[in-house]
């Protein structure tokens, strides 16, 4: 295998398996069974793909930039379309955490989707808006100036404030080309984390991504049971362990060394701190300095998660070194 090119990021390691891949039916057919979905059921059609086609990092506009978008056609002529969203670390970690909206029938949606577009399970959402919004758009979807638009009333549906839409006719018209008439699309996250996460015996379990309500795909509990079985997950341990990949040759190999891939064990995942003991505090004896630093916490009203992940992180530092 050549080495002479050594790719990196998320993007990287995603063509590194691609080029790893290409022209082995067996090993992409592998790739597709290693997915698990979000209702513990695999995908039934694989046995049967003939062709494997990979579009790598397009835009749809508005509703997000999956890694790739993968076509897969039968024997019989059905093609099925995966919409694929990487990331460097476990799904916990790429997640964004959401808390019931009282507001929104104590839904689990993002407060903000400012700043979170990029979290796993809201691409993974935006990519399922814009199939829903592609197949009730009211407009020529074959004339070349048409656009997709989501209905306003549909985006506050998902607490958005945006009415999603793609403009971009070229992708448009390769949509239109190549994708209009799957039979069905499903939206895959490929993650860092251990294989075991997604094995059999813990599908029933916290460790399984897709069992908490606060980081799984925020399209609403009842979108979710309808169409929970379009979620699916697959992890760099997995496809190294099915032998889709290998840590010892290919282009994986020399990515996966330089963007030091090692996923959590299981004694990581299942790692429970201590309660802290609740501690009175006589507001009376604080200093000024005291009152002052209370009033700024106070006026904070929502921290940005990444600045809140960098938080826990630096007090786990003091705490554990």
């Not at 989707?113 to 993974?124: A, G, R």
């Amino acid at each position: 295998m050549s080495r002479e090119i050594v790719f990196y990021g998320e993007k990287g390691i995603l063509n590194s398996i691609v080029l790893d891949i290409q022209g082995d039916i067996a090993k992409q057919k592998q790739f597709i069974r290693s997915i698990i979905l979000a209702d513990k059921s695999k995908l039934s059609w694989v046995d049967s793909v003939h062709t494997v086609k990979c579009f790598m990092a397009p835009s749809l506009d508005q509703f997000g930039n999956p890694d790739m978008i993968m076509e897969a056609v039968t024997t019989d002529g059905e093609k099925y379309v995966l919409f694929i969203v990487t990331t460097t670390a476990t799904y916990q970690n790429s997640a964004l955490i959401m808390n019931q909206l009282e507001e929104k029938d104590n839904q689990y949606l993002p407060k903000t989707y400012i700043n979170n577009s990029k979290k796993v399970n809201v691409q993974l959402s935006l990519l399922y808006r814009f199939v829903q919004a592609y197949k009730n758009n009211p407009l020529d979807v074959y004339d070349i100036n048409s656009i997709i638009v989501e209905e306003h009333e549909v985006s506050l549906t998902y607490n958005d404030s945006m009415e999603r839409k793609l403009e971009n006719w070229i992708m448009m018209d390769y949509w239109n080309e190549n994708f209009q008439d799957a039979k069905d699309y499903y939206y895959i996250a490929i993650t860092n984390d251990s294989k075991e996460v997604i094995d059999e015996k813990n599908a029933n379990s916290r460790l399984f991504p897709y069992n908490n309500f606060s980081t799984m795909p925020p399209i609403g509990s009842e979108r979710w049971e309808e169409d929970k079985g379009k979620f699916g997950i697959t992890t760099y341990d997995t496809l190294a362990h099915k032998n889709v990949i290998s840590k010892n040759n290919g282009y994986y190999k020399d990515t996966s060394d330089l963007m030091l891939l090692t996923p959590p064990t299981i004694a990581d995942y299942k790692k429970i701190k201590s309660p802290k003991a609740l501690v009175n505090i006589n507001t009376d004896r604080w200093t000024e300095n005291q009152k002052e630093l209370c009033g700024i916490i106070n006026e904070i009203k929502e921290l940005d998660e990444d600045f809140k992940a960098f938080i826990t992180n630096f007090m786990d530092s003091i705490e554990y070194s």
